[in-house]
């Protein structure tokens, strides 16, 4: 598989696989760790950003393994939801930050250029997300918009 900008191949490398149980040496029970997820997320942290806390500071190596259920399913469940999936904001975001940017640098060529491939990988994904109805109909993205998403 390629790389959707360039002419390289894609990263190879191996992903960690899920164990199907939870670790014995795991000491939380499913509600403790729902509760502690519930908890992190109410403060503002995103699903990814609530894994790794749980992960780095309460010793749970993997929330599917402890619940039995990915954290955004975990967290929809709990009446928690963004309204904005997690890597459409994050591409959002740094499409504010290039906007920035190139407000104070207007002739830096190579960010115009990763601004205009962010923003065609945003509608790609955006295209996507309204065919599994994850977005609305109506969603569109608009530079401006952006800006007040992001804040």
Not at 4 to 11: A, E, L, N, P
Not at 29 to 40: G, I, N, Y
Not at 59 to 66: E, I, K, N, W
Not at 135 to 142: K, N, Q
């Amino acid at each position: 598989m390629s790389r959707i900008h360039s002419s390289r191949k894609g990263r190879a490398g191996s992903h960690r696989p899920y164990p199907a149980t939870k670790p014995a040496w795991v000491s939380q029970t499913r509600e403790e760790v729902v509760e502690q997820a519930v908890s992190l997320s109410k403060t503002g942290l995103t699903a990814a950003q609530v894994g790794q806390r749980l992960r780095d500071s309460y010793g749970v190596p993997s929330v599917r393994a402890v619940t039995g259920e990915r954290m955004t399913d975990l967290l929809k469940a709990q009446g928690i939801q963004t309204e904005l999936p997690e890597d459409l904001q994050a591409l959002l975001k740094r499409v504010v930050h290039l906007q920035r940017h190139l407000q104070t640098h207007p002739k830096d060529l190579a960010n115009q250029r990763g601004l205009s491939l962010i923003e065609s990988r945003i509608r790609r994904l955006a295209r996507y997300y309204r065919d599994h109805k994850v977005l609305p109909e109506t969603w569109r993205y608009s530079a401006a918009g952006a800006a007040l998403q992001v804040e």
